[in-house]
Each structure stands twice: as C-alpha cells, then as structure tokens.
RNA sequence: GGGCGCGUAGUCUAGUGGUUAUGACGUCACCCUGACACGGUGAAGGUCGCCAGUUCGAAUCUGGCCGCGCCCA
C-alpha cells in the first residue's frame, strides 16, 4: 500500500471524520434507539399492522451468519415499513430445541466425561439450563449489534410458562378431536440417543454393505430351501416368514410350505404378498416384522403370523428369548458379524455379494436409524393439511421465490403422521395422565384430580416429552398471548411475513400452516420469503459442522454490522444460495465509505443553519441541466426500490442503492455540479446545487436506512434534518421530484460526449496531466444544441482545454485521434496519438459494420417485413440509416493514415 | 430410484421472444485531481453448457443430451 499523502488542512468542519468508525457509532445509535422505544410496537396502533416473528433461534448454538442474513432481510422490511408509517411488531424469541439441545450438553457434558443418561434428572436440567442461559446472552449480544430492530419487550420462550400452557392446550385440543392419538407403530428409533424421532429428523445416505443369499431349508427335511437375500442377518431371530411375490413362478412351489430360522429351531411359513420386489435378490425376503416398516405392513396383512417382541433392545442390542445365548448383548455391527460368521460355518450362506445401498441416519446423532415397533404419540397431520394447501394454491400465502411452491405441495400431498413422542428429558412433557385405578388416559393442560371414568386419585404420567416442533408450530400466535385473546393477538395477528430458510419448510413453515389454520382459524402469515443458503470461497455451504462460518460478531468488529448487513444482501441474491467472502464484506465496507464521503462533501457545502429539504427544490428555466437531470433519475431509483421491495427482491433495492448513490450522485452529479458549488458558477447556481444535493441526499439516507441504519442515522444528524431520528422519519414517494423524460435524454447526450472524450484522451496516449484541445461537430439538431449548452461540462469532464468548431487536421496534428458517435464527432489536437486510437475507430467500425450487415439481412427477409410488428421493422430500419451514416462518417474521416505523423 | 432447480467473460450475477447481453469482483494501463486509493478514468475479457425443434426472429419457448446442486424415498 502507498503511504499516505501529506495531509492537506482539511476544509471538512471537524466533526466528521475522514473515515466512518463503525463500532462507536454502530453502539451510540444502538443505544439511544432502544432508550427512545421506537422499536416496541404500540399497543394501540394507528396505522395498519405490520407483524413479523423471528424465527426464534435454538439454543443449541449461538447466531450464524445464516442467520444474519435472515435478520437483516427482517429488519429491511421491519424498518421499512416503520418508516411507511405501520404499527410494526417484529418479534424475538428464542427456541428451546429439545433433542437437538439435550444432545448438544451431552456432548458438551462428555468432553468432562460425564454421560449424560447417567446424570439424575434435575441435573440433566441444571445443566441444561446453565447451557441456555449462556447462549441466550450470546444470541442477545449478536442480535443487538446488528442493530435488528427486534421489540425486546416481547420476547419470548419456547419453555417459559405461557409456551408451556399453549402447548398443553394444543395437545389436549387435538387429542379431544381425535387427531392426537397413541399407538404402536413402527418408528425412527435413534439407539444412540435412546428416543423415536420423526421421518423429518431422518437422513439417507448411499452406503457400502454386504448382500447375503441365505438359504432356509424346509421344514420337512426335504433337500434345499428357499433363498432370501438380505443385508440385516443379525435379525433372522426376529423372522416370522418368508415372502414372495403371488404372481412369482420361481417361487410358486414353495408357497404353502415351511421353512427352518437358520440357527435357530423355528418353523416359519413361506407366504405370498404383493408388496415383494421381484427384482431384488431372489425374490423372497425374509420378514421380521418388529424391524422393518415392510415387514410389518406384511404381518398385519397376514394376521395369523405372530408378531413377536422386538429382538434389540433400544440400544440396539440383540436381546431376549428368541436370540440364542451366543449371541445376546452384542450391538448391530458385532451381531452381524457373529451371525454371519455363523450361518457361514453352518452352511446356509449360498452367496455374498457388495452391495451399496441407502441408509437412513439420525440427523442429530447420525447413528444408523432402527425401524423399531413401539408405543408413540402421533398428530394426523394430514387431517390438518386441508386449507393450507388451499390458503397456498389461492394465494393467501404466498412463498417467495415462488418456485418452492412445488416442492411445497408435493410434501403437503404425501403427509403422514407425525410421531410426536419423545424418549428425552429436555422437552415439553406430555400432558396426559394414565388412570392408576382404571388405566384411562386423560389429556388435561392442568394434572387431573380425579379420573372422569372411575373417580380415582391415583395417576401415573406419561413418561415422554413433544418434539420441540411441536411448540414451534404455533410461534405465531402462541408468542401472542393464545389461546388467550389477548390486545397483541387481536391486533398483531396474522403475521405479515416469515423469514426463513427452506430447510426448515416442511419441519417448521408448512406445521406452522396447519396449526395457524387448526387453532386460530386464519393463516399464520400471508407471505413466507425464504432466503439462500451461504456458501465459503471455496463453494461449500457454511455450517456449524464444517466449520467454515465465520462468527458474526468477529465481522461485526472487524467491518461494523452495516457492512455486514449490506454484504449479505448484496452483491449475492438474497434468495439463492451464494457465496459469502472476504471480498463480498469488504464490497459493502468501501460502499459505505463511499457514502460517508459523499456526506462529507455534501457537509462542506453546507452553511450553517441551513434549513432541512422538506420539499425538493423547485427549478426554473436556467437551472442546471445535472440538477434536473438528478432530481428526475432519484426518482426514477424511488419507483423502482418501492416496485422492488414490494416484491421481496432485497438484492434488486440494494443494487438500485448502491448504483444510485455512487454512479449517479457520486460519479456524476457531484463532478458535474463541482463547480457550482464552489461558487464558479454564481451565488445563485450555488444555492440551487446545494440544495438539489441536500434534498437528494437526505432522501437517499432515508432510503438506504432499512438497509444499513446507523450509517444513515449518523450522516442524517451530522446534517440539516428535521425529526428525531431517521428510524421513524418518513419514506420518500419518488411524487416528490418532477418526472423529467428531456433532462434524462439530453443527459444521455451530454454523458456520451464526456465518455467519449475520456476514451479518446486514453487510448491516443494523452498524458493523464495534459489538457489538449479539440474539436466537435454534432451531428443531429438535438445534440448540437445540448452539446453546446454543456460546453462547460463537456470539456472540464472529459478533460480537454476547449472544444473548437470542428476543423480537419493540419500538418502536425495526429488525424487518427478521432471518434464518432451517434450524435457527435471529436478530434483531440495532437501532435501524435498512439496506435490504438487508430485502432479502437477501427474496432469500432468493424463492431458497427457487423451489426449493420446483420440488421439489413433481417430487413431483407419478407418474412420479417411481413410477420415482425411495424415498429420493430421501422427501428430496425433506423438503425441502418444511423449505422450507415456513422460508418459512412468514420470512413469519410479517414486521411491517408500517415499524413501529419513524423 | 423419484422430484425440483441451475448452467451467461477467470469468479459471482442481471436479463422470460426483436438490446451494440447488465453490473460487481478480479485483470491490465494511467492517475494521490481541494469528499473518498476502502478512490478516479480508461481498457481487455462472452460461439449465453451441447444438439435438435418452434418462430420472420431464441440467452429467453419446447424436447433430448451432458454437467452441477438440492430435496425426497
């Protein structure tokens, strides 16, 4: 890095200094936001309400960066919709995440070689909650520095005692309705974490294993058997038949007959059901009804096989009377093992063979899942699925991108039930009692005093606690107060918008849906925004597990939350996956320096007690073509960030922003009004600069507000304003500014000049210092008027001393140092031009040759004369003409290339 | 195995039937110009994955193929 220039005495007032320091100013407007309360919704609101909930992180961990991103997307439209005037109530919480959380501490317990199953309950508790108590603090600390604009006074609890009422109610309303019941079923057991979860909670894997051809000899004595293929020989003691398909021929012979469990004295039947893959293996498969969801929808076809116990325990273990003594005790890996070595020695293994298959995994302990039969709770979800799919399919809610829709329905189509049963400590338990006198079950929100069938005392609780979705499916409304009517719930819900990420669609966003519907009759939100998905610069989606997601308060301290904020949403679309990186961070730090620089620019032009620009300049004949020119491009960028915001495209308003305030105040507009503003153009074209730069300005700090607030709300105060605070000032309407379609074209005309005379100076080799003259010739009515208005802007911005009437060279003078435009020709007086400007007109000509030739050929097509509307014919009829005519001008400028060169 | 999505300069990306294909990062050249070198000015860089089809006309629509990603079983 160069060292720095010898500082000039600055003209900026003190007050400002050069460089924005994120981490006080980020801190003071943090501060006196949340000492000021314009973030706590009011409780008798004015205008239409406008509600977000958080999606309340877990405790399992603390904030990522993933979560900044839908922070920062929330607190956009939050702060957005604040400043439109809505009574807005965004608000925190914080989940309790049950399994997820109990396995955390476990892990975190047996880094102190503590085991966790082994702790008395009230300990498994403590350390639970001393676990919560530190990220929670975490999560606050993370949340207040990104400046969320969250209403801390309704924060709420997955656990505390009204999520803990709200959730019994649900319970017992769904369980009177009938859509809550117990029963035994094949479930997802996790033998790690010792507790059923549900299909969500599961994932599968392609995995290597080993395909054994057994062969179970007849029962009768007779030679051979039936073969049966299977990965699992460990649970052949579990075996109650062996099936083939009906229509199967190989098999036909067999059906009716009997076969001998390999190593074991049972006698099972061979059957026939429908449901058997012929394709796989031979055919016949071995059927264990306790271990297999197959397996057991054959059983219960085939009511007279047994259903015998299940032969692991739920460590997985082989277990129990129908397992030989050898055998007992071991886990799955080590059974099979001893099993196959077994059967091996024995002589029923006939083949064995590598075979990849899928395996389904605990997502929280990643242990191989056991199908395993047992007693769970279960939600009929799909009796609840009904008007969300409507409320999706008519637009009531809308999902935004609205591609997830599919995904969405197909989901929502193929619902099962929802085992809601947990075997863990760390959950809401389940409010049902079980009669000790007559065995009822009584669901109650409050424990039961007498039992309703046979009046007895005496309960024995069930033992098991909810899936933690089971609390999160009623955020919306359960963090208001239901199911009491509470003023919140009356006037906060529904929910305007959720925020999230789509891995939890079906987990969180879809049961969020069902329960909206199922207990307060209404949609929980009318439109869900699911953002993307961050990924490092080597393209790997961040999480926790890699390792590779940057801690958010590290880049906090390092850039301040407001470039975090703005890089997350730009330059990356909000809603795809994209990656997130040094540069991407350090893209949003430089755009708000350069904003901080345009501030303090603006502050030096300003005279003390200058008044705020509450409404825009009016201008008058005279006034300054970049002045209107200005005026009418804000608020072209104002019409275009409402349509955008509206939308829910975040990444398209901050691109708006960002081109707005650097290529057009900064690059543009200030160079151009430069002059005026220091005077050289008169007291009047001063004060009307000034003005046309403070109005467009502070406008524009309200806009980019939403976005990167304390930036914002420090430039507004270091400059004239009226109003407390940017966070509740009013949001622009591009009404404010005059529509003004001849600024806009004339600066067109103007910009190409200015643009044009740059390339030239570059590419002829002019020094960066020098000032050559040229010369110009417009070449359309309208040009030669505005070109020669602008003179002043033509040649300080493009950097020429003057611009003569156009004149052919003289000996001594470069001739190739030309270009040719659509509305002008230019010349730079110069002794000799480097070879590229020769050679970008070159260039230039064969582009515009080629475009001519293709656009003539399409206008030689009678199908294209005939078929294309008359005004795509007659522009592409223009364009020749123009073409022509440059081309012709290029041509006609061209002397013998080496006259006037030494 | 099923479904969904995506392939546009080195990288990321805008663009849903007629544009001289957008912008950013990176690269190269010049420049510390009275806000900003976290900056300015200029430039180079693309057969819009491939093949067919529809159409007067395709980056854009349809089909197939190839590659990548995600979800589900």
Same mark, same amino acid.
């Given at each position: 890095?160069?060292?720095?220039?010898?500082?000039?005495e600055?003209?900026?007032?003190?007050?400002?200094?050069p460089?924005?320091?994120?981490?006080?100013?980020?801190?003071?407007?943090?501060?006196?936001?949340?000492?000021?309360g314009?973030?706590?919704?009011?409780?008798d609101?004015?205008?239409?309400?406008?509600?977000?909930?958080?999606?309340?992180?877990?405790?399992?961990?603390?904030?990522?960066?993933?979560?900044?991103?839908?922070d920062?997307?929330?607190d956009?439209?939050?702060r957005?919709?604040?400043?439109?005037?809505?009574?807005?109530?965004?608000?925190?919480g914080?989940d309790?995440a049950?399994?997820?959380?109990?396995?955390?501490?476990?892990?975190?317990?047996?880094?102190?070689?503590?085991?966790?199953?082994?702790?008395?309950?009230v300990e498994?508790?403590?350390?639970?909650?001393?676990?919560?108590?530190?990220?929670?603090?975490t999560?606050?600390?993370q949340?207040?520095?990104?400046?969320?604009?969250?209403?801390?006074?309704?924060?709420?609890?997955t656990?505390?005692?009204?999520?803990?009422?709200?959730?019994?109610?649900?319970?017992?309303?769904?369980?009177?309705?009938?859509l809550?019941?117990?029963?035994?079923?094949?479930?997802n057991?996790?033998?790690?974490?010792?507790?059923?979860?549900?299909?969500?909670?599961?994932?599968?894997?392609?995995?290597e294993?080993?395909?054994?051809y057994?062969?179970?000899?007849?029962a009768?004595?007779?030679?051979g058997?039936?073969?049966?293929?299977?990965v699992?020989?460990?649970?052949?003691?579990?075996?109650?038949?062996?099936?083939?398909?009906?229509?199967?021929?190989?098999?036909?012979?067999?059906?009716?007959?009997?076969?001998?469990?390999?190593?074991?004295?049972?006698?099972?039947?061979?059957?026939?059901?429908?449901?058997?893959?012929?394709?796989?293996g031979?055919?016949?498969?071995?059927?264990?009804?306790?271990?297999?969801v197959?397996?057991?929808?054959?059983?219960?076809?085939?009511?007279?096989l047994?259903?015998?116990?299940?032969?692991?325990?739920?460590?997985?273990?082989l277990?129990?009377?129908?397992?030989p003594?050898?055998?007992?005790?071991?886990?799955?890996?080590?059974?099979?093992a001893?099993?196959?070595?077994?059967?091996?020695?024995a002589?029923?293994?006939?083949?064995?063979e590598?075979?990849?298959?899928?395996?389904?995994?605990?997502?929280?302990?990643?242990?191989?899942?056991?199908?395993?039969?047992?007693?769970?709770?279960?939600?009929?979800?799909?009796?609840?699925?009904?008007?969300?799919?409507?409320?999706?399919?008519?637009?009531?809610?809308?999902?935004?991108?609205?591609?997830?829709?599919?995904?969405?329905?197909?989901?929502?189509?193929?619902?099962e039930?929802?085992?809601?049963?947990?075997?863990?400590?760390?959950?809401?338990?389940?409010?049902?009692?079980?009669?000790e006198?007559c065995?009822?079950?009584?669901?109650?929100v409050?424990?039961?005093?007498?039992?309703?069938?046979c009046?007895g005392?005496?309960?024995?609780?069930?033992?098991?606690?909810?899936?933690?979705w089971?609390?999160?499916?009623?955020?919306p409304?359960?963090?208001?107060?239901?199911?009491?009517?509470?003023?919140d719930?009356?006037?906060?819900?529904p929910?305007?918008?959720?925020?999230?990420?789509?891995?939890?669609?079906?987990?969180?966003v879809?049961?969020?849906?069902?329960?909206?519907?199922?207990?307060?009759?209404?949609?929980?939100f009318?439109?869900v925004f699911?953002?993307?998905?961050?990924?490092?610069?080597t393209?790997?989606?961040?999480?926790?597990?890699?390792?590779?997601?940057?801690?958010?308060?590290?880049?906090i301290?390092?850039?301040?939350a407001?470039a975090?904020?703005?890089?997350l949403?730009?330059?990356?679309?909000?809603?795809?996956?994209?990656?997130?990186?040094?540069?991407?961070?350090?893209?949003?730090?430089?755009?708000?320096?350069?904003?901080?620089?345009?501030g303090?620019?603006?502050?030096?032009?300003?005279?003390?007690?200058?008044?705020?620009?509450?409404?825009?300049?009016?201008l008058?004949?005279?006034?300054a073509?970049?002045?209107?020119?200005?005026?009418?491009?804000?608020?072209? +960028?104002t *019409? &275009?960030?409402? =349509?955008?915001? !509206?939308?829910f495209?975040?990444?398209? @308003?901050?691109? /708006?922003?960002?081109?707005?305030?650097?290529?057009?105040?900064?690059?543009?507009?200030?160079?151009?009004?430069?002059?005026?503003?220091?005077?050289?153009?008169?007291?009047?074209?001063?004060?009307?600069?000034?003005?046309?730069?403070?109005f467009?300005?502070?406008?524009?700090?309200?806009?980019l507000?939403p976005?990167?607030?304390?930036?914002?709300?420090?430039?507004w105060?270091?400059?004239?304003?009226?109003?407390?605070?940017?966070a509740v000032?009013?949001?622009?309407?591009?009404?404010?500014?005059?529509?003004?379609?001849?600024?806009?074209?004339?600066m067109?005309?103007?910009?190409?000049g200015?643009?044009?005379?740059?390339?030239?100076?570059?590419?002829?080799?002019?020094?960066?210092?020098?000032?050559?003259a040229? +010369?110009? *010739? &417009?070449?359309? =009515?309208?040009? !030669?008027?505005?070109?020669?208005?602008q @003179?002043a802007? /033509?040649?300080?911005?493009?950097?020429?001393?003057?611009?003569?009437?156009?004149?052919?060279?003289?000996?001594?003078?470069?001739?190739?140092?030309?270009?040719v435009?659509?509305?002008?020709?230019?010349?730079?007086?110069?002794?000799?031009?480097?070879?590229?400007?020769?050679?970008?007109?070159?260039?230039e000509?064969?582009?515009?040759?080629?475009?001519?030739?293709?656009t003539?050929?399409?206008?030689?097509?009678?199908?294209?004369?005939?078929?294309?509307?008359?005004q795509?014919?007659?522009?592409?009829?223009?364009?020749?003409?123009?073409?022509?005519?440059?081309i012709?001008?290029?041509?006609?400028?061209?002397?013998?290339?080496?006259?006037?060169?030494?």
């Open positions: 890095m160069l060292p720095r220039r010898p500082s000039r600055p003209l900026m007032p003190k007050e400002i200094p460089r924005f320091d994120p981490a006080e100013v980020e801190a003071r407007w943090q501060r006196a936001w949340a000492e000021a314009y973030f706590r919704a009011p409780a609101p004015k205008g239409a309400a406008f509600t977000i909930v958080l999606p309340p992180p877990n405790v399992t961990g603390v904030l990522t960066l993933g979560h900044m991103l839908g920062t997307v929330q956009v439209l939050a957005w919709h604040r400043m439109r005037g809505d009574a807005v109530l965004w608000l925190p914080l309790h049950g399994l997820a959380t109990q396995v955390a501490v476990r892990r975190h317990l047996a880094k102190e070689r503590i085991r966790l199953e082994e702790l008395p309950r498994v508790l403590s350390a639970i909650g001393r676990w919560k108590e530190e990220r929670e603090a999560i606050r600390a949340t207040e520095a990104g400046g969320f604009s969250v209403d801390w006074s309704r924060y709420r609890y656990m505390d005692e009204a999520s803990v009422r709200a959730t019994r109610e649900a319970f017992v309303r769904l369980f009177d309705a009938g809550i019941y117990r029963g035994e079923r094949i479930v057991w996790d033998p790690r974490l010792r507790t059923a979860i549900s299909n969500l909670e599961v994932v599968h894997r392609e995995e294993a080993t395909l054994l057994l062969e179970y000899p007849w009768d004595g007779s030679p058997g039936i073969v049966v293929a299977t699992r020989p460990e649970t052949i003691f579990g075996d109650v038949a062996v099936a083939v398909h009906p229509d199967d021929e190989r098999h036909r012979a067999a059906l009716g007959r009997t076969v001998r469990v390999p190593l074991t004295d049972r006698v099972v039947p061979v059957i026939a059901d429908a449901a058997i893959d012929r394709a796989f031979n055919g016949a498969l071995k059927v264990t009804p306790a271990h297999d197959l397996d057991h929808e054959i059983a219960v076809r085939h009511p007279e047994p259903v015998p116990p299940s032969i692991l325990d739920e460590e997985a273990r277990a129990g009377d129908l397992v003594a050898a055998f007992r005790g071991l886990d799955r890996e080590k059974g099979r001893a099993v196959t070595d077994a059967l091996e020695s002589g029923f293994v006939r083949r064995k590598a075979y990849r298959h899928s395996v389904a995994r605990s997502e929280r302990s990643d242990d191989v899942i056991e199908p395993r039969l047992s007693t769970q709770w279960f939600v009929r979800l799909p009796d609840l699925a009904p008007p969300v799919v409507e409320a999706v399919r008519s637009g009531a809610i809308r999902l935004h991108p609205d591609r997830w829709e599919r995904t969405f329905f197909r989901w929502m189509e193929g619902l039930d929802w085992c809601i049963s947990r075997q863990v400590v760390w959950g809401h338990p389940i409010p049902v009692h079980y009669c006198s065995g009822a079950t009584i669901a109650s409050d424990a039961p005093q007498t039992c309703p069938k009046h005392a005496r309960f024995r609780p069930d033992p098991d606690v909810l899936d933690t089971f609390t999160s499916w009623m955020w409304f359960a963090t208001m107060g239901w199911p009491e009517r509470t003023g719930l009356a006037r906060y819900y929910t305007s918008v959720l925020v999230t990420g789509r891995d939890i669609m079906f987990f969180w879809a049961r969020m849906m069902m329960a909206g519907f199922r207990f307060t009759g209404e949609r929980p009318s439109h699911f953002t993307g998905m961050l990924r490092d610069d393209g790997r989606k961040m999480s926790k597990h890699l390792g590779n997601s940057p801690e958010p308060l590290d880049l301290r390092e850039r301040g407001d975090l904020r703005f890089a949403l730009y330059p990356n679309p909000v809603d795809q996956d994209g990656p997130f990186t040094a540069a991407t961070l350090e893209g949003g730090r430089n755009f708000l320096t350069k904003l901080w620089n345009l303090r620019l603006l502050l030096s032009h300003v005279p003390e007690g200058a008044a705020a620009p509450a409404v825009a300049p009016a008058r004949e005279g006034s073509l970049e002045s209107r020119w200005i005026l009418a491009r804000w608020r072209e +960028t *019409r &275009a960030l409402d =349509a955008a915001l !509206e939308s495209e975040f990444t398209q @308003a901050a691109t /708006l922003l960002l081109q707005f305030v650097w290529h057009d105040l900064a690059d543009r507009y200030v160079e151009m009004a430069k002059d005026a503003l220091k005077g050289e153009r008169g007291e009047r074209a001063r004060t009307e600069a000034r003005e046309v730069l403070l467009v300005f502070e406008r524009t700090l309200r806009e507000h976005f990167v607030p304390h930036v914002t709300e420090e430039l105060h270091a400059l004239p304003h009226e109003g407390e605070a940017l000032a009013r949001w622009p309407s591009p009404a404010e500014a005059p529509d003004d379609p001849v600024a806009l074209a004339q067109e005309i103007l910009w190409d200015i643009r044009t005379l740059r390339n030239l100076r570059a590419e002829s080799g002019v020094p960066a210092t020098e000032l050559p040229g +010369t110009i *010739r &417009a070449t359309l =009515a309208e040009s !030669e008027a505005i070109l020669g208005d @003179a802007l /033509l040649t300080r911005l493009g950097r020429v001393a003057r611009l003569d009437p156009w004149s052919e060279p003289s000996p001594g003078w470069d001739p190739r140092a030309r270009a435009t659509p509305y002008a020709e230019y010349r730079l007086v110069i002794e000799a031009a480097s070879p590229e400007a020769a050679e970008g007109l070159a260039r000509r064969e582009k515009l040759s080629g475009i001519l030739e293709r003539r050929h399409r206008l030689a097509d009678e199908g294209f004369r005939s078929r294309a509307p008359a795509v014919v007659a522009e592409a009829e223009e364009k020749v003409r123009e073409l022509t005519e440059r012709r001008r290029i041509d006609g400028g061209a002397e013998p290339a080496t006259s006037g060169v030494p």
